[in-house]
């Protein structure tokens, strides 16, 4: 018996003072997502990339508005938000500890405001994506001029661009390549 206390004050403590002292945690720990309303541009990226439906966006198209949501119930904390985020608007801190009292303190959300297509009016994007786009084409070295200039198209819709495009298709003559085909 003396023998064994010997071995156990030898050996030392094998638990650890946790909850009472800090927990040490490695380098590479995966914890809660932080988010930062400020840096996000409300592409959905992380939305369509989480496995476990913890992150959601949804539009509110009368008030012209995009909400962006993530519930920590449900996150499994895999990181591919992280991941995808191309503004680094989410990353994982070293926070574990998640306990609350009330189910609605484990709910984030961030409201973005919708732009309206400069055609139809109809609203298309997020403004903050928009302005994202434009800042881009300034770092590749576009002048500000030239990319105020191409503003329109940035903030016109998909269906409107695709009608632009075919109304420039229907200016070609297509007679001359028809006729050369059937000679042949």
């Known amino acids: 018996?003396?023998?064994l206390f010997k071995t156990i004050l030898k050996t030392g403590e094998a638990t650890l003072k946790y909850p009472f002292a800090p927990m040490p945690i490695s380098p590479g720990f995966r914890g809660k997502p932080e988010?930062?309303?400020?840096?996000?541009?409300?592409?959905?990226?992380?939305a369509i990339a989480c496995p476990s439906n913890a992150l959601s966006m949804s539009a509110n198209v009368e008030a012209g508005e995009h909400t962006w949501q993530l519930f920590l119930g449900n996150c499994i904390f895999?990181?591919?938000c992280e991941e995808v985020c191309p503004t680094k608007a989410i990353v994982l801190s070293q926070e574990f500890e998640l306990a609350v009292g009330n189910k609605n303190d484990l709910f984030q959300n961030a409201t973005f405001k919708i732009a309206n297509c400069t055609?139809?009016?109809?609203p298309f994007a997020p403004q903050k994506e928009i302005?994202?786009?434009?800042?881009l084409l300034k770092q590749t070295g576009m002048s500000a001029e030239a990319v105020e200039a191409c503003?329109?198209?940035?903030?016109?819709?998909?269906?409107?661009?695709?009608?632009?495009?075919?109304?420039a298709t229907d200016k070609v003559e297509l007679t001359g390549f028809m006729q050369k085909g059937n000679e042949a």
Not at 35 to 46: D, L, R, S
Not at 131 to 135: F, K, P, R, S, V
Not at 151 to 167: E, W
Request: glycine share 4%; with cysteine; net charge positive.
């Open 1 to 3: 018996m003396l023998k």
């Open 35 to 46: 988010y930062k309303p400020e840096q996000c541009i409300a592409c959905g990226a992380c």
């Open 78 to 80: 895999c990181g591919r």
């Open 119 to 122: 055609c139809c009016e109809k």
């Open 131 to 135: 302005e994202y786009t434009a800042d």
């Open 151 to 167: 503003r329109d198209q940035l903030q016109t819709c998909a269906d409107c661009k695709r009608k632009q495009s075919m109304r």
